[in-house]
Nanobody, 123 residues
Framework: QVQLVESGGGLVQAGGSLRLSCAASGRTFSSGSMGWFRQAPGKQREMVARITSGGSTNYADSVKGRFTISRDNAKNTVYLQMNSLKPEDTAVYYC?????????????????WGQGTQVTVSS
């Protein structure tokens, strides 16, 4: 059974930093993609960043230059370093994985999901 377990969310002031982690168990995604999505109240879930097994990355325009996604294939773990946080970054952040390296912005194209972790940025 595949499990994705996120950690690292919390409350931070605007301008601060947080680092999210997502550990996968049950199988590896050594030939696929892992990513982070977020969903704010009343809004659709959106992709924040994703990384392929080869290390290629993509970011939402709203987080470029502030967030960095990375992965440790040996640990089957993906990270999201979030700097210069803004109140509009407040959301539940979800880890996701899929068996394909093709860029997929829609949550429907991702196969596995974590339970989510709350990130709240105060002004």
């Amino acid at each position: 059974q595949v499990q994705l377990v996120e950690s690292g969310g919390g409350l931070v002031q605007a301008g601060g930093s947080l680092r999210l982690s997502c550990a996968a168990s049950g199988r590896t995604f050594s030939s696929g993609s892992m990513g982070w999505f977020r969903q704010a109240p009343g809004k659709q879930r959106e992709m924040v960043a994703r990384i392929t097994s080869g290390g290629s990355t993509n970011y939402a325009d709203s987080v470029k230059g502030r967030f960095t996604i990375s992965r440790d294939n040996a640990k089957n773990t993906v990270y999201l370093q979030m700097n210069s946080l803004k109140p509009e970054d407040t959301a539940v952040y979800y880890c996701a994985a899929r068996d394909n390296i093709r860029l997929a912005l829609s949550p429907r194209e991702w196969d596995y999901w974590g339970q989510g972790t709350q990130v709240t940025v105060s002004s």
